[in-house]
């Protein structure tokens, strides 16, 4: 069954520095996502991208985020000078249509130390 | 705004019961719900995914309804089984161009053998 790859699985990173998460969404996807869940928290939207663009972001998602799809199959999240508050679970999700089921990967844990 | 509550927050019961978990959404305005099923530190796992014009969904042991003008849905899980101990969360997607997922905290599953 098709599915959501991230890598890594877990990065634990110093503050100040970027960090690159990966994600292969399912390969006829068009819609690509990212969130992140705060250790008991709730889940939050990140930011979505379709057609090689962003189409929504929440406010989470400032200049110290961008968001990429360098080839037909890897979409990376990118988060500038690293603080110890973007500790979280990342999650990357797509869908082949908006209002289709949302398939997501394992998550990124992401340790900023 | 949207809010999604999910009540309890946990849940401890004996396997082979039959149970409900509860979601409650403050804006009826959605396009459909999805429930999904998150082991501890782990990935997001579809598990029904309910349009706004459907009453429930089904998949093997699970069955998910919708009431969408009292802004609520429930998961019934038949027959507990200690391996569907995880956290079940349950999150909206909102009707119009707004793509993004709006979660609950999600209910803390324990079914003890």
């Known amino acids: 069954e098709p599915e959501v790859t991230q890598t890594p699985s877990h990065q634990v990173t110093q503050m100040g520095q970027e960090v690159i998460l990966r994600c292969v969404p399912i390969?006829?996807?068009?819609?690509f996502y990212w969130y992140r869940q705060i250790l008991g928290q709730k889940v939050e939207f990140l930011v979505s991208?379709?057609?090689?663009?962003?189409?929504?972001k929440s406010e989470i998602f400032d200049d110290q985020f961008s968001v990429e799809r360098p080839d037909g199959s890897n979409f990376t999240l990118k988060i500038r000078s690293t603080k110890l508050e973007d500790s979280a679970m990342y999650f990357c999700?797509?869908?082949?249509?908006?209002?289709?089921?949302?398939?997501f990967g394992q998550g990124t844990r992401l340790t900023v130390v | 705004k949207q809010e999604v509550t999910q009540i309890p927050a946990a849940l401890s019961v004996p396997e082979g019961e039959n149970l409900v978990l509860n979601c409650s959404f403050t804006d009826s305005a959605i396009y459909n719900l999805q429930w999904f099923r998150q082991d501890p530190g782990k990935g997001l796992t579809s598990l029904l995914l309910?349009?706004?014009s459907q009453r429930e969904q089904t998949s093997g042991r699970l069955n998910a309804s919708l009431d969408k003008s009292s802004g609520r849905s429930t998961l019934y899980i038949a027959a507990s089984q200690p391996g569907d101990s995880a956290t079940y969360l349950c999150a909206v997607r909102m009707a119009g161009n707004n793509r993004k997922l709006i979660w609950g905290l999600g209910t803390s599953l324990a079914v003890n053998p």
């Open positions: 991208f379709y057609n090689n663009e962003i189409s929504e």
């Open positions: 999700a797509s869908r082949l249509h908006p209002n289709t089921e949302a398939f």
């Open positions: 309910i349009q706004s």
């Open positions: 390969s006829n996807h068009l819609y």
